[in-house]
């Protein structure tokens, strides 16, 4: 079936330093990845859609030269945290639609620590 | 834009017992809706999903409802087992063009032995 693999799991970082993160869709092309957002107890919200090809899609309140993404091909889309803070500290999980009438699959997600 | 309402926050039952967990969505253009069940730490897995040509799915113990005049959908669960334990999540889209799912913001299910 669909597989998103993501990269790395676990990252402590520095206060200050940028940390990226891999989503690469393993058995299928995927034009369109979304990432998401999870702080502790909450649901998953939604931050960008990653766009082969194009430049992404923000949502409100995501500040997009703070978390810049690239989708340079058709199985592999970037999130790069910049300058991260404690403050961003979080559970970053990407998700991609292999197909119409296929549900939407994630990786296994990325829990970041800036200390 | 889709605005997807979800209860109970927490819910504790016995083993054995059934539990319902309710969502209600806001965009009538909605035409997806999966459900994800997500243990600590770990990636949402769909458990079962349902699209608005249908009314009722059922998967062995797991079944969701929808009622698209009302717009609503739910997901039961019977005969819960201990290791049911986890957040569950609905999730809406527009499921032609690719486009997002918008979440709940999920129900803690606790199942006690």
């Known amino acids: 079936g669909a597989v998103v693999s993501q990269h790395p799991s676990r990252v402590i970082c520095k206060s200050g330093t940028s940390v990226k993160i891999e989503c690469r869709s393993l058995?299928?092309?995927?034009?369109?990845m979304f990432w998401y957002r999870q702080f502790p107890k909450q649901s998953l919200m939604l931050m960008a859609t990653?766009?082969?090809?194009?430049?992404?899609?923000?949502e409100q309140g995501v500040e997009k030269d703070k978390f810049l993404i690239n989708h340079a091909s058709l199985t592999l889309s970037t999130l790069t945290v910049t300058s991260a803070h404690p403050e961003d500290s979080s559970f970053y999980i990407c998700s991609a639609p292999p197909g119409q009438m296929i549900g939407y699959t994630f990786g296994s997600g990325t829990r970041l620590t800036v200390v | 834009g889709e605005n997807v309402e979800q209860h109970p926050s927490t819910l504790s039952v016995q083993e054995g017992d059934s539990a319902v967990i309710k969502c209600t969505y806001s965009d009538s253009a909605s035409n997806y809706f999966p459900w994800y069940k997500q243990e600590l730490g770990k990636r949402p897995q769909l458990i079962i999903d349902i699209r608005s040509n249908v009314g009722e799915k059922k998967d062995q113990r797991i079944a969701v409802t929808l009622n698209k005049t009302a717009k609503h959908f739910s997901l039961h669960i019977t005969e819960t087992q201990p290791e049911d334990s986890a957040v569950y999540f609905c999730?809406?889209?527009?499921?032609?063009?690719?486009?997002?799912?918008?979440f709940g913001k999920g129900t803690m299910l606790l199942v006690s032995p």
């Open positions: 999730a809406a889209s527009i499921n032609s063009g690719y486009s997002t799912l918008t």
């Open positions: 990653s766009n082969e090809g194009s430049k992404a899609t923000y």
């Open positions: 058995d299928f092309q995927a034009t369109t």
